[in-house]
């Protein structure tokens, strides 16, 4: 499984799955990411936490935390 987090800025990716629960998986659906999104990563911050995605248009900062649930695949 790869997540997010292990996703290099540069990269694109596509949301594959939401692993969380309950209000913390809501969230990350309310901000746009949902299965079969394009996700665009643009930049990381010196410690990793947190990044910067491009996804439907606009520019989202994510944490740690929410972005191991996101199970995605690499685009080529």
Same mark, same amino acid.
């Given at each position: 499984? +790869?997540?997010?987090?292990? +996703? &290099?800025?540069?990269? /694109? %990716?596509? $949301? %594959? !799955?939401? *692993?969380?629960?309950?209000? $913390? /998986?809501?969230? @990350?659906?309310?901000?746009? @990411?949902?299965?079969?999104?394009? +996700?665009? %990563?643009? !930049?990381?911050?010196?410690?990793?936490?947190? +990044?910067?995605? *491009? %996804? &439907?248009?606009?520019?989202?900062?994510? &944490?740690?935390?929410?972005?191991? @649930? @996101?199970?995605?695949?690499?685009?080529?």
């Amino acid at each position: 499984m +790869i997540t997010l987090q292990t +996703i &290099r800025p540069g990269q /694109k %990716v596509k $949301v %594959v !799955k939401l *692993h969380g629960q309950g209000p $913390v /998986k809501r969230r @990350i659906m309310d901000m746009g @990411i949902t299965k079969d999104t394009e +996700i665009l %990563v643009r !930049k990381a911050a010196p410690l990793g936490d947190p +990044i910067e995605v *491009h %996804v &439907r248009g606009y520019e989202l900062s994510l &944490r740690k935390a929410d972005i191991d @649930i @996101i199970e995605v695949a690499e685009l080529v």
